[in-house]
DNA sequence: GTGGTCTAGACCACC
DNA sequence: GTGGTCTAGACCACG
C-alpha cells in the first residue's frame, strides 16, 4: 500500500492523498506510466468516502500529475512533480510538530522523544 | 517567538498554534507556571484574528494544558499527566511508530527524521 | 424541542447548550446513536448564532459525549464513563451534597430540589 | 455564612453574589437594617477579588436594596426586593439543569439521582 | 446538504 | 489591561 491517511492529524484526507501520490512519484515508487488503485479500491482501502478520492486524483489530474484513461484507469503522467527541499523540509516539520504534540499530552520532552529513537535506530542497525 | 504559522500546510491555524505550544512545553521553552502571550498579542503577532487564537487556547485548557486567570492572563498549568512507567513506554513506542509509518509515507527514512529532531533541539538551546 | 435557551439568566448559551443535552442524555430523551438537530437548525431555533451552537457541539465532542461525521451529522456518543460503583456512588454523592448547598444559598430546602426534578420525570415521559 | 460561589457553574461571581444577597433578603434570612460583611471580608471569604464584591454591592445600592453609610458599612435597605415564584422557578431550574449536566458526565440518569435525594431525605427524618 | 474554519467587530466580566 | 461571549457572514471540506 503506497498510501495512507492519518485522521488525527488534522489535514484533510484528499490532501493527505494528494500529498503522498506526489511524494511517492518524486522519490520514485511511483513511475510514469504505473497504474493507480481504481478509486472505488482506494476508498474502500482507507475507509473512507468514494468522493474524497475522486476528489484527490482529479485535482492531481488538473496539474497533469495523473491522466485517466476513461474504461482502463489512472495512470501516472509525464509531468512529474516537482517537490523541492525546501517543499520537503516543510512536510517533515510539519510531522514533527505533530508528534511531538503527541508526546507532550503523556509528558514527554524532547530528549526523551530523541532516545527513544536512537534506540529504534540501534536495534535496527 | 515560540509560535509561529504556515498557512500554506492545509493544517487549521489554531490546531498549528495548539500543537506548537505542547512543542514548546515538550522542547522546555516553556514551563509550569510560565506566562503566555495575550491573546490579542499572540493575533497580531500571527497576523489571524483574535478568535482563532482564544479558541487554541480555550482548549488548551480543557485539555488541562493551560490555565487562564481572568484580567491577569494565560499559564502553563501545573498538573501533568500521571501514568505509571510501563503505560509511559507503551505510549512512546506507539507514538514512535505512528510517526515513522507517517515519515515513511512521504519518503523519510529514520536518520532523517532524528536529524530534523536534532534540529529543533539545538535551536531550543 | 429538547433545548431551550434563557437569555435572562447570565448563563453563557453555548453553556446551556452543553447542560441541556447532558440533561436530555440523563433523562433518556437523547440515547447513544440518536441524530442531534444540526447546527444550522438549531442556531435558528433557538434564535441564535450559528457559531454558538458549533461551539457547544464542539466542546460536547472533545468531552466525548458527542460523535460528529463529517457531511452526515452529530450523534450522541457510544463510549461512556467508566468508573467502579464505589466510586460511582461517592461521586453521585459529592454532586448531591454540592447541588443541596447551592440550592440552600437560594432558600430552596430538600423537598422543593425533590418535587422540581420530579416534575422533570413527568415532563419526559 | 450567607453567601457562597460555585466556580463551576459558569454565572458570574458577581452576579451569584447579588442573587444570594436578593434571596436571602426575600427569605427573611437578611433583615433591613442587618449589616453585610464588609467587602474586604467578603472578597477573602470567598477567595475572590476584591472589585467583584464591590461591584455586586454597587449594583445593589442602585437597585436600592443595600445602603451604604460612609464609614460604618454597609446595610440592608428598606426597599425589599420582589422576588416572585417565577423567578424562584427560575433559579431552581437551572441550578437543577447544573446539576442534571454534571450527573450526566459520570453517567447517572434521571432516575438514580431522584433515588439518590429520597434517601438522603429518608436518613434526614 | 452536513460540519469546520476564519474573519471582523462588538460588548461583557474581571484584576 | 486581561480573557470571555456573541454576532454576522464568508468560504472550505466532506458525503
Same mark, same amino acid.
Given at each position: ?16 492523498? %494528494? ?6 512519484? /518524486?522519490?520514485?515508487? *511511483? $513511475?510514469?506510466?504505473?497504474? &493507480?488503485? @481504481? ?8 475507509? %473512507? ?6 476528489? /484527490?486524483?482529479?485535482? *492531481? $489530474?488538473?496539474?497533469?500529475? &495523473?491522466? @485517466? ?26 510531522? &514533527? ?29
Amino acid at each position: 500500500m503506497l498510501i495512507s491517511i492519518d485522521s488525527k492529524s488534522g489535514v484533510p484526507f484528499y490532501r493527505q492523498i %494528494i500529498e503522498q501520490v506526489k511524494f511517492a512519484i /518524486a522519490r520514485g515508487d *511511483l $513511475e510514469p506510466g504505473d497504474r &493507480l488503485p @481504481t478509486v472505488r479500491q482506494l476508498a474502500v482501502d482507507l475507509s %473512507i468516502n468514494l468522493n474524497t478520492v475522486v476528489r /484527490a486524483y482529479r485535482e *492531481l $489530474e488538473i496539474e497533469g500529475v &495523473l491522466e @485517466t484513461q476513461q474504461g482502463s484507469g489512472t495512470f501516472v503522467g509525464r509531468k512529474r512533480p516537482r517537490i523541492d527541499d525546501l517543499e520537503r523540509q516543510r512536510m517533515l516539520d510539519q510531522i &514533527l510538530t505533530e508528534l511531538l504534540a503527541r508526546a507532550s499530552d503523556y509528558g514527554f520532552n524532547l530528549d526523551e522523544v530523541l532516545q527513544g529513537l536512537s534506540q529504534r535506530k540501534e536495534k535496527s542497525s
